[in-house]
């Protein structure tokens, strides 16, 4: 299955799409009999509310999360593949976005942060495209409106925010009106939605958006025992990803090295931002699936022993589908 995808080739589209619906055999076999969902923030559905709790049955939820799941396989297959991220053209990117977009059943369901992802992809793009921008004031203050839309959508999302002057680190020499223009862009949003909640008389709501800022860091995360085992083939894969990636590091090109340094950064901070959430859920990590899939598509791509990494897939694959259905 790896051979297949380590090219572009059309029929790998197929190939995709039903790796993805076998990736959900078991919720369709085991359906809930109610999924809610809520799109936006509490305090952003006086300014948008959209009545989606109960627009969708249990199986038009998982079918529609299924389709935003594979148009997002592609596009992000087309941001690695336009910026040499790998070195070469391959479907790996696609293939494994689906996979880790796939881990655990709440990924399955349409959520907040699965929307979310959308904005994550933008950025990813946006990012890449600072390193042969002469001028990116412009870039900045877009980066900090994204960041902000999805802060409305999902709050930890405001985590990203620091990751955008880790980028500039990373990519560029100190400029105080890029750094500038990344918080102009975030304030933005959130004036323009301060005014509407003076509007509505609710100014005094606004202070509470910011309350997750101070909440206290868990010591510990409840996570189900065999959603444990199903990541220890990720675990496996990535670090060996991380090694493989170490031995061609200084033999490839500056916007590679840079670009992976970035990803592993935006891989930590959403690992990291659960804790803003009061009651968490396990869909918030699927806001780590781009910069995991990068890494797991680089091993999958340079490694040279063939029955190793289509076992490890197989693996993977296989405890995904067991531990639902299980």
Same mark, same amino acid.
């Not at 990720?234 to 670090?239: D, M, S």
């Given at each position: 299955?790896?051979?297949?995808?380590? !090219?572009?080739?059309?029929?790998?589209?197929? #190939?995709?799409? %039903?790796?993805?619906?076998?990736?959900?055999?078991?919720?369709?076999?085991?359906?809930?009999?109610?999924?809610?969902?809520?799109?936006?923030?509490? @305090?952003?559905?006086?300014?948008?509310?959209?009545?989606?709790?109960?627009?969708?049955?249990?199986?038009?939820?998982?079918?529609?999360?299924?389709? *935003?799941?594979?148009?997002?396989?592609?596009?992000?297959?087309?941001?690695?593949?336009?910026?040499?991220?790998?070195?070469?053209?391959?479907?790996?990117?696609?293939? #494994? /976005? &689906?996979?880790? %977009?796939?881990?655990?059943?709440?990924?399955?369901?349409?959520?907040?942060?699965?929307?979310?992802? @959308?904005?994550i992809?933008?950025?990813?793009?946006?990012?890449?495209?600072?390193y042969?921008?002469?001028?990116?004031? !412009?870039v900045?203050?877009?980066? %900090?409106?994204l960041?902000?839309?999805?802060?409305?959508?999902?709050?930890?999302?405001?985590?990203?925010?620091?990751?955008?002057?880790?980028?500039?680190? *990373?990519?560029?020499?100190?400029?105080?009106?890029?750094?500038? %223009?990344?918080?102009?862009?975030?304030?933005?949003? @959130?004036?323009?939605?301060? &005014?509407? /909640?003076?509007w509505?008389?609710? #100014?005094?709501?606004?202070?509470?958006?910011?309350?997750?800022?101070a909440?206290?860091?868990?010591?510990?995360?409840?996570?189900?025992?065999?959603?444990? +085992?199903v990541?220890?083939?990720?675990?496996?894969?990535? &670090?060996?990803?991380?090694?493989?990636?170490?031995?061609?590091?200084?033999? !490839? &090109?500056?916007?590679l090295?840079?670009?992976?340094?970035?990803?592993?950064?935006?891989?930590?901070?959403?690992?990291?931002?659960?804790?803003?959430?009061?009651?968490?859920?396990?869909?918030?990590? +699927?806001?780590?699936?781009?910069?995991?899939?990068?890494?797991?598509?680089?091993? @999958? +791509?340079?490694?040279?022993?063939?029955? #190793?990494?289509? !076992? +490890?897939?197989?693996?993977?694959?296989?405890?995904?589908?067991?531990?639902?259905?299980?």
């Amino acid at each position: 299955m790896i051979q297949q995808f380590r !090219s572009i080739n059309p029929l790998n589209i197929i #190939l995709l799409i %039903g790796i993805a619906i076998a990736l959900r055999i078991g919720i369709f076999m085991n359906l809930p009999q109610q999924i809610s969902f809520e799109f936006m923030e509490p @305090f952003a559905r006086l300014l948008i509310d959209i009545p989606l709790q109960s627009a969708f049955s249990p199986f038009g939820n998982v079918i529609v999360a299924l389709v *935003i799941l594979i148009t997002q396989a592609l596009i992000f297959n087309k941001i690695i593949n336009s910026y040499g991220l790998l070195g070469k053209p391959t479907f790996l990117p696609a293939l #494994l /976005y &689906v996979t880790t %977009g796939s881990l655990l059943t709440p990924f399955l369901l349409l959520s907040p942060t699965l929307i979310c992802n @959308f904005l994550i992809l933008w950025m990813i793009e946006k990012f890449l495209s600072v390193y042969k921008r002469a001028e990116v004031s !412009s870039v900045m203050f877009d980066l %900090g409106m994204l960041v902000a839309l999805g802060t409305l959508i999902y709050f930890p999302f405001i985590s990203m925010l620091p990751l955008m002057w880790i980028s500039l680190i *990373i990519f560029r020499p100190f400029n105080w009106r890029e750094w500038i %223009g990344a918080i102009i862009g975030f304030i933005t949003i @959130f004036f323009f939605l301060a &005014v509407y /909640y003076y509007w509505n008389d609710s #100014l005094g709501k606004f202070n509470e958006i910011w309350l997750p800022l101070a909440t206290r860091f868990p010591a510990n995360l409840r996570i189900n025992r065999f959603d444990y +085992l199903v990541l220890i083939p990720v675990a496996i894969i990535l &670090v060996l990803g991380f090694f493989q990636l170490q031995k061609n590091f200084f033999r !490839s &090109v500056v916007q590679l090295r840079k670009s992976f340094q970035l990803l592993f950064f935006m891989f930590i901070i959403g690992l990291a931002s659960y804790y803003l959430k009061q009651n968490l859920v396990l869909y918030h990590f +699927l806001i780590c699936a781009p910069p995991a899939a990068a890494l797991m598509a680089y091993y @999958f +791509l340079y490694s040279n022993t063939r029955w #190793l990494y289509e !076992s +490890l897939y197989f693996i993977l694959v296989g405890s995904i589908i067991y531990f639902q259905i299980f």
